[in-house]
């Protein structure tokens, strides 16, 4: 973890573009990494992998691009808007591949901006997926913030998220995001406690479901905070997180 903030707050000195983009040759994921993936979400040999393991896959370049001169703010303190996976060939994460990050930081929000980064992840001399993940990066405080109206959901909360889970999916993941592992830091972000991973949600999303697509569409709603229990309510093309008190964490769309 101590590593992650080292990486993330070692700043260059900043030549600031609206759009830039970096390129990265990716050696073929270790056998042993993608078991451990399997083993957090039993996850059988014979079932592939989801589509969103792409954001794993792609994750140390990720945090490069971050940490990238050209890249305007702090990421420490970044929050995950949505996250998108668009496939057209096959990818074998087991072969070497190609990452090219494409980055556009210039969007407005009434709470700072927004930083989108487009992902294609190239093999064989072909774009076989793409990942398009927006983030938020505050920059004032808004106390008026609209506050979403609460929505009903029907199902059992039986998957436990704690901080050992977080920690698992940390080391499947590389994300050792402080946010995510110790509740003193999180608290610094204003946070009431350190919260789940969105990744994480999704893919369990995707497996739990037995989703097999092409294309999904994640969207992070409220944090999820440690310890709780969620569950997965779905609705034709659609699965929603939630837990306890109606509270929404994640909304999943297939095929859009």
Do not use: W
Not at 50 to 77: E, Q, V, W
Not at 156 to 167: E, P, V
């Amino acid at each position: 973890m101590y590593q992650y903030i080292k990486l993330l707050t070692k700043r260059p000195q900043k030549t600031f573009f609206n759009e830039f983009s970096l390129e990265f040759e990716q050696s073929a994921i270790a056998d042993k990494k993608i078991a451990k993936f399997r083993a957090l979400y039993n996850l059988d040999t014979d079932i592939d992998l989801p589509i969103s393991y792409a954001f794993i896959a792609g994750f140390n370049a990720l945090i490069k691009t971050f940490s990238h001169k050209h890249f305007a703010f702090s990421p420490l303190g970044l929050i995950h808007l949505k996250s998108e996976f668009e496939k057209t060939f096959e990818l074998d994460f087991q072969q070497d591949f190609k990452i090219i990050n494409k980055v556009r930081q210039d969007r407005r929000h009434p709470m700072g901006k927004i930083i989108v980064i487009e992902t294609q992840f190239f093999q064989n001399d072909r774009c076989c997926l793409i990942n398009k993940n927006t983030f938020l990066k505050k920059l004032k405080s808004n106390k008026r913030e609209r506050i979403s109206k609460q929505q009903a959901f029907i199902g059992d909360t039986n998957f436990i998220l704690n901080h050992a889970k977080a920690l698992a999916y940390a080391k499947v993941s590389n994300d050792f995001n402080p946010i995510h592992i110790n509740n003193k830091l999180a608290k610094l972000f204003g946070l009431p406690n350190a919260i789940m991973h969105g990744g994480f949600l999704a893919h369990l999303v995707l497996i739990e479901k037995g989703v097999e697509t092409n294309k999904v569409k994640f969207d992070f709603k409220k944090p999820c905070v440690l310890p709780c229990a969620v569950g997965i309510f779905s609705n034709d093309k659609e699965h929603h997180v939630f837990s306890a008190n109606d509270q929404l964490h994640l909304s999943v769309k297939v095929g859009e």
